[in-house]
C-alpha cells in the first residue's frame, strides 16, 4: 500500500498516513482501499454518503467540501413528483434539475462548475459499507490521479472530458 499512501500524501489528499497504513490490509485491490479510506474519513475532501440520502440533503455538505464558487450555490426549491426536482441558483445560473440519483446530483454540480478554477471536481469513487464514496479533488489534480491505478471513479469519464466532446 505504501505506493498508494505515497502519491496521495505527496498530493496532500491523506489526513492522517500512519490511521490510514493501519487501516488497509496488505494486497487489498488499490481502488477498494481507496473506498476504504473514504469511508473512514482519510481523504482530504471524502464524503461518505449512506443510501438513505435525498440529493436535496446532500447539496450542502457537497458544495462547502467542493469549496469556491460552490458555497453559494443555492437550493430554491424542491418539488418531489414524479421524480425529485431541484430549482437551483449557483451564480448567476437558475435551472431546474431532475435528479433521479446523488450521481445525478454529482454530474449536474460537476458540469455546473466545470469552468470554475476554485470549486473542486466531484469524484464518484464507488460504493462501500452501504454507502456511496465522494471525493472532492482540486481538478488540477486529476490529471496526475489519473495515471494512477488506485484512481478509478465511475465518473472517470466525464471527469477527464468534463466539456464533453
Not at 457537497?62 to 430549482?87: C, I, N, Q, S, W
Not at 470554475?116 to 489534480?141: F, I, N, S, T
Request: glycine share 8%; charged share 25%.
Amino acid at each position: 500500500m505504501a505506493p498508494l499512501l505515497d502519491v496521495l500524501t505527496r498530493e496532500r489528499l491523506l489526513k492522517d498516513r500512519a490511521a490510514a497504513a493501519a487501516l488497509l490490509p496488505r494486497g487489498e485491490p488499490p481502488h477498494v482501499s481507496m473506498l476504504r479510506l473514504c469511508d473512514a474519513g482519510l481523504l482530504e475532501g471524502g464524503l461518505s454518503v449512506g443510501y438513505g440520502v435525498r440529493a436535496d440533503e446532500l447539496v450542502g455538505p457537497l458544495t462547502t467540501a467542493m469549496g469556491g464558487a460552490a458555497r453559494r450555490f443555492k437550493v430554491v426549491d424542491v418539488r418531489e413528483r414524479p421524480v425529485l426536482e431541484l430549482h437551483v441558483m449557483g451564480g448567476d445560473v437558475t435551472e431546474r434539475w431532475e435528479v433521479e440519483d446523488l450521481s445525478a446530483l454529482v454530474h449536474n454540480l460537476n458540469s455546473l462548475y466545470r469552468d470554475a478554477p476554485d470549486v473542486r471536481a466531484v469524484v464518484e469513487l464507488g460504493e462501500w459499507e452501504d454507502a456511496l464514496q465522494l471525493w472532492c479533488v482540486d481538478k488540477r489534480a486529476l490529471p496526475r490521479l489519473a495515471r494512477q491505478p488506485f484512481f478509478a471513479p465511475r465518473n472517470a469519464r466525464a471527469l477527464m472530458n468534463p466539456s464533453g466532446e
